[in-house]
């Protein structure tokens, strides 16, 4: 079955098997009572989909059908957070890693001036401490990356309270690597995810785009890519 866009009065979905997939919600305009802002941030997925909708209709005027129902979320593999394949993050995401991150031997200074070495650890993730004019041997690289791995694996077990299967216990394991035990802690995402809402969780990927202030487009792919490989989806399509 394809997908298929509905209008209510309160937001645009994306329809699905009966379902809505994704949303964009409304909300009043603060310069004319008569209009309505629509929060397009999560258009982006529905157009990298291989079955992205082809056109748009519009109601003129709302309607009183209630709202759409979520899609019901992916099933677990268990009913333990820490099930089996949980405990390592699989290959894709280990490869979402290594291709967004890159390997660098000596000492660099990233996007926002942090001092960062091998596949993107910095000084925050624990040692070896990143110093200006620091150079590591590939092997070195591999060793540092496995272990600050360990601490955003735990990390994760530790901060979602729902079960997870192997690709979206590696796409936020990817993810936090990026972003921060922290950020991840404190986020949305994670509050919709525990919450039982993995399709909204996934979709509050797609917000993790700045740095600096800046929107930027490495950021967007990784976001995108992460997203799809927490969707069980071809996450190497932004990644090629």
Known sequence: MGTWIKETSKAIYLMEGGYWISRLTK?????NPDEQVLNIQAIRSWFTREDYPRAMTVALKETTEPNPKPAPPPPPPSASPTSTGTDHINAAGL????????????????????????????SAAGPPQVRAGMTITEQGAEDILKKDLELFENGVRDRVKVSMNSNQFSALVAFSFNVGLGALGSSTLLRKLNGGDYREAADQLLRWVKAGGATLPGLVRRRDAERALFLGEDYRRFIR
């Open 27 to 31: 909300y009043p305009s603060k310069t």
């Open 95 to 122: 490869e979402l890693i290594k291709h967004f991150e890159g390997r660098e031997l000596r000492a660099y200074q990233d996007s926002v001036g942090i001092w960062t070495i091998g596949y993107g650890h910095t």
